[in-house]
């Protein structure tokens, strides 16, 4: 085998990789550590947005839907019916309402999602019911509840013919309208459910005719409707179109009448006249649209949120890889420079001067592969944990997805970027005349050149990278600027850090003096590891205390501190009195109640506000503007007479109570400034068909966290005080079992009001945080093995070095104690100092992120970040010591003498 | 045989600053003779091997081994040369740190194109008394020990030429002086020119014959001829 072939290069490297495996080791783990968190998060994504296009029929129920707000119109389902392409039809009806079960003591309510079907739903997807009963056969007995609502409330089948005034009692009936409806299934799975994260509630299913019996399927306003369409094999393509032209030529009143468009508008229902409709609700405001969906379009809209959640996940997946494949250069650079030294003696052995690129290059080659391999198949191994992990977040139909492809082209392009941050390293290799490094002569600079192009290819491909897995190109470039202005300032922070320190270092104890001496003999390695574990204890830190943030003021309110935490929803007006006794002999307290009218924005300064209903978010995988989302969605209007107790005047001046009329409006700043509204502009809304007009005359800041009724719109008295309203109120319920108990009382006596228990909500909140904290606390936590790892390697290329430096102190006559306490001290500083440079930082960043963005007064709790910093300063000084343990037991004499 | 015709090295500062290490130097150094190269610090002798060895090329002048101008080689062609007709053996041993002493030697041999180099490899570590420490790593042996590994992997492919440059600076006197036999009793096996480079007059005595350089000039030769 000759020395100039790639052969002998291989065979080089083979002897170089048996013999350097500890120091190699390193490098493949801390490559892993970088694929793993990639390739889990990547596979995990792409898992779950494939699956969601797979699945996209079992998630609809169907191959297409039309939906309306309200009631389905009678004739829209007939004409639609009539349409040829049309092979199957079910009708949906979805709306939350108060359901109970027990008597007495075990009594039990709370707010339910309810599903009414008719027809043979589900048209496409499964709903599995325990014991093999179909869905059909059991909505002809009763309800069917979710399996975790059964459990919760220990519900059971009724069996049939049971005395229904006994079901209740023993947990097989649940009460629903005032009425009780024996349980006739609990389903085992459902492909149409969404994530329970995202759920209001636990869900049941009714027959639509149960339904329309109980009183609960009216004209009101929290009702959606659906009409789910199966069509003819290959008749996709042309009937949606005619389906969703359909759509658009019908406007559905305020009855849920349809009607040509262009017509004249709906009369609006007077006050009067919404006082004598039967069910003395209002209707939904102003001309909404029937909208058709492809199931392919319901999936991208259900895939939303977790769209979202994927972008998180993804994006620090990436991060870490990055801070990996640093980590990773890092430990490659350093061992490459170490054997310049064993080239340089090749090169004089007589091997021609390619051996050395070769070999290294092979052997580098290698551990790039081997490490992305590695790193890739344990990803892609916990991609298969990670939907189970994060079941509560992702809809049952996809749990059991199959697992989407490996990231094959960014792995390799990550592989390229490190091999092209390499590069410098491996020319330096050839670049030294062989006897000139023998003779220890000054290091030769990397070609210009070659620098140039590996660290501006490396760049560009780390950008490349970033910009491809970003959502947008701005959130892909604010991401590069974030993470360039967060790991420069680490490094900057701690440069300035161990600077200071060492020029302090005259007035400190020897000890703590040796221990800068090693920070500073390699300030490259020690800024690094600082930086990479730094941004680790940000990012833990940062998402405990963005969590602590959101979820404490909701928890708080549990206290008894003043603030409401309980809302109730849809009470008529009837009913408000009713209420109002019911929530004052339960709980003791009054109701803080604000009117509430739904309207939709038309035009703000004589600008039409564009239309939505067509476009909703996440169709044509673009998502509106949130200014285009404020504008067209449904507002909730208020009056008041004067300003709120939890509100503050910011600019122009507030109506007068003067008991003229008033065509003004108020709105809160930050959603002036979302709608594009200033004082002076004129806002025209659609109430029910009518037009209100009025000029912003103020704008308000809101203090949401007194958790009373509040509103980004509140008009003058005069303006709306005829329009029909339901009453929207909330009050203080400390204790759960007082909230239980309104709950039960008033799922009997005002099964339409709906209730939020605040604590839930919380609760649930803080479910959906924990979850993303455990993927970014798991990510973190690689971020810092791989930290470690480069502090091991570093530790290891290190050791001759270090082992010299202990063997002169101990010659000098530094006894044991001053040298294990330099170590203790360099090592602590090490962790230490990374730790407190993040948590500062991300005490700030949340800080700044909770007052300017959530708008919240933050307070983070130091604690965490002086556990973690005690946590970083005791797994530095581990590893390091670990890593020293040699240096400090070697003979000094035999060290000096170069044995 | 050696030839050095008007060789002249000048080696160029960062500061533009020019120093002339080698001034016109004319040496002949016949086939199978063992000469030493004495002089003191910076006189130019650690660069004179350099030239012989193809590591540095001339500013003016030729070095032309057995008739082959190495000037006139390119890198591969100097690296071959190295490799075959060449042994190199320095004061601070430079073996590949975290390859056995076997491996150091065999890894030589491969480059020299040796066949069956790991035997070959054995069997000269056996000649310089190594055969108990073979797999042991540099780190593991004494500094006489590796000089010997050193001396091995230079004599591994036979070469006609030897080149030392201070091979016992780092050594105590008897290992010095062990190290010393052994390194002429091999030259004297292989009949290859050995040059070695000395401050030591002692040594320089044994040898059959010397060459003194003074700032880069000869001062005396003697046993040349």
Redesign the interface.
């Known amino acids: 085998?000759?020395?100039?072939t790639w052969s002998?290069a291989a065979?080089?490297a083979a002897?170089?990789a048996a013999?350097?495996k500890g120091r190699l080791l390193m490098v493949v783990l801390c490559l892993a550590v970088g694929f793993a968190a990639f390739a889990a998060t990547y596979g995990f994504s792409s898992r779950v947005l494939n699956a969601v296009q797979a699945e996209s029929r079992g998630l609809l129920g169907a191959d297409a839907s039309v939906s309306v707000q309200g009631l389905m119109p009678q004739a829209l389902q007939e004409r639609i019916q009539s349409d040829p392409a049309i092979a199957g039809l079910a009708q949906v009806v979805d709306f939350p309402t108060l359901g109970a079960t027990g008597e007495g003591a075990t009594e039990k309510a709370r707010l339910l999602e309810v599903r009414a079907v008719e027809g043979a739903y589900p048209l496409q997807g499964r709903v599995v019911l325990q014991g093999g009963s179909t869905l059909a056969a059991a909505l002809a007995r009763g309800v069917v509840v979710e399996g975790a609502l059964a459990q919760a409330w220990g519900l059971a089948v009724a069996p049939e013919g049971a005395v229904e005034a006994e079901l209740l009692a023993r947990g097989q009936a649940l009460r629903l309208g005032g009425r009780v409806v024996p349980v006739a299934g609990i389903v085992e799975q459902d492909d149409a459910r969404q994530a329970s994260a995202f759920a209001l509630g636990p869900r049941i299913y009714l027959g639509l005719p149960l339904a329309r019996d109980l009183g609960l399927v009216t004209a009101r306003a929290r009702l959606s409707s659906r009409l789910l369409l199966n069509l003819r094999p290959g008749t996709e393509g042309e009937a949606l179109p005619r389906l969703k032209a359909l759509a658009r030529s019908v406007s559905i009143n305020p009855e849920g009448r349809p009607r040509p468009s262009g017509e004249a508008k709906a009369r609006i229902q007077s006050h009067e006249e919404a006082a004598a409709n039967p069910e003395g609700r209002p209707r939904p405001s102003g001309e909404a649209k029937a909208r058709i969906q492809s199931h392919e379009e319901a999936a991208a809209q259900l895939a939303q949120p977790l769209r979202n959640l994927n972008r998180f996940i993804r994006q620090l997946g990436l991060l870490t890889l990055l801070l990996a494949l640093l980590g990773s250069w890092a430990i490659l650079a350093a061992f490459l420079d170490g054997r310049r030294?064993?080239a340089a003696?090749?090169?004089?052995?007589?091997?021609?001067?390619e051996?050395a690129h070769r070999s290294f290059g092979l052997l580098t080659a290698g551990l790039l592969l081997a490490g992305g391999a590695l790193g890739t198949l344990l990803g892609l191994l916990a991609a298969r944990w990670m939907p189970r992990a994060l079941a509560e977040l992702i809809p049952a139909a996809l749990r059991g997805a199959a697992p989407g492809a490996p990231p094959i082209l960014e792995s390799l392009l990550a592989l390229a970027l490190l091999a092209l941050m390499v590069a410098p390293a491996l020319a330096r290799l050839g670049a030294t005349?062989?006897?000139a490094l023998?003779?220890d002569g000054a290091e030769p600079p990397v070609p210009r050149r070659v620098a140039l192009l590996a660290w501006g290819g490396a760049a560009a491909l780390a950008a490349f990278l970033v910009l491809r897995n970003a959502p947008t190109l701005g959130a892909g470039l604010g991401t590069l600027i974030v993470l360039a202005v967060l790991l420069g300032t680490l490094a900057g922070l701690l440069r300035l850090q161990l600077g200071f320190f060492r020029r302090s270092a005259a007035r400190m104890p020897l000890g703590l003096r040796l221990a800068f001496g090693q920070l500073g003999a390699r300030p490259g390695v020690s800024t690094l590891v600082m930086s990479v574990m730094g941004l680790a204890l940000f990012l833990l830190l940062a998402a405990h205390f963005v969590k602590a943030d959101l979820v404490a003021p909701i928890l708080q309110a549990k206290a008894g501190d003043g603030r409401p935490n309980v809302f109730l929803l849809d009470v008529q007006p009837k009913q408000v009195a009713q209420v109002r006794a019911l929530a004052k002999r339960i709980t003791g307290h009054e109701l803080r109640e604000a009117p509430l009218v739904r309207a939709r924005l038309r035009a703000v300064a004589g600008r039409p506000v564009e239309e939505a209903a067509e476009q909703p978010k996440g169709d044509n995988g673009k998502e509106p503007s949130r200014g285009t989302q404020f504008r067209t969605r449904e507002q909730n209007l208020t009056w008041r007479a004067k300003l709120g107790p939890a509100e503050r005047l910011t600019a122009g001046r507030y109506w007068a109570e003067d008991g003229q009329p008033h065509a003004e409006f108020s709105l809160e700043e930050g959603f002036a400034k979302e709608i594009g509204a200033r004082l002076g502009d004129e806002l025209r809304f659609d109430v029910q068909g009518q037009e209100v007009r009025g000029t912003v005359t103020s704008l308000r800041r809101v203090n949401w966290q007194s958790l009373a009724p509040n509103f980004f719109i509140v008009a003058h008295p005069s303006l709306l005080s005829g329009a029909p309203a339901l009453t929207i109120a909330a009050l203080e319920a400390p204790d759960a079992p007082m909230r239980q108990a309104l709950q039960s009382a008033l799922a009997r006596e005002t099964p339409n009001v709906i209730v939020v228990d605040l604590a839930e909500v919380g609760a649930k909140v803080g479910r959906v945080l924990d979850l993303v904290n455990l993927v970014a606390a798991a990510l973190a936590t690689l971020m810092l093995a791989s930290a470690l790892l480069v502090l091991s390697a570093s530790l290891l290329s290190s050791r001759l070095g270090r082992q010299r430096d202990v063997a002169l102190l101990r010659t000098l006559g530094a006894g044991e104690p001053l040298l294990l306490r330099s170590l203790a001290w360099e090592f602590s500083l090490l962790g230490g100092a990374a730790a407190l440079t993040a948590g500062t930082l991300a005490w700030i960043g949340s800080w700044l992120y909770a007052r300017k963005v959530l708008d919240l007064p933050s307070e983070p709790s130091p604690w965490l970040a002086l556990q973690l910093l005690g946590l970083a300063a005791l797994l530095t000084l581990v590893v390091g010591f670990l890593g020293s343990w040699r240096a400090l037991r070697a003979e000094p004499l035999a060290v000096l003498?170069?044995? | 045989m050696i030839q050095l015709d008007h060789v002249t090295k000048v080696f160029e500062a960062p500061g533009g600053e020019r120093l002339t290490v080698l001034d016109a130097v004319d040496l002949l150094f016949p086939t199978g003779r063992a000469v030493a190269i004495q002089g003191p610090s910076g006189s130019g002798k650690?660069t004179l091997l350099?030239l012989m060895?193809g590591?540095?090329r001339t500013t003016e002048g030729r070095v032309v081994v057995d008739g082959q101008d190495l000037g006139a080689l390119d890198?591969?062609g100097r690296?071959?040369?190295?490799?075959?007709r060449?042994g190199?053996v320095?004061q601070?041993f430079?073996?590949?740190?975290?390859?056995s002493a076997l491996?150091n030697v065999a890894?030589?041999a491969?480059?020299?194109?040796v066949d069956r180099p790991l035997e070959r490899a054995r069997e000269v570590l056996r000649r310089v008394g190594l055969e108990g420490r073979l797999e042991h790593v540099p780190?593991q042996l004494?500094?006489g020990e590796c000089q010997r590994v050193a001396i091995a992997?230079a004599i591994v492919a036979r070469p006609p030429i030897l080149l030392a440059d201070e091979p016992t600076g780092s050594l105590d006197p008897r290992n010095a002086d062990g190290v010393f036999e052994l390194l002429l009793e091999l030259q004297r096996e292989l009949g290859s020119t050995l040059v070695l480079v000395t401050h030591d007059p002692h040594l320089a005595d044994r040898l059959q014959a010397r060459v003194v350089l003074e700032r880069g000039r000869i001062a005396s030769t003697g046993g040349l001829a």
């Open positions: 085998m000759r020395a100039g002998y065979l080089m002897r170089e013999r350097q030294r064993d003696i090749l090169r004089c052995l007589g091997a021609p001067p051996l005349a062989p006897l023998l003779r003498r170069g044995e | 650690s350099a060895a590591l540095e890198e591969r690296a071959a040369f190295r490799a075959r060449l190199f320095f601070a430079h073996l590949l740190q975290p390859f491996q890894i030589a491969e480059i020299a194109g780190a004494s500094g992997r």
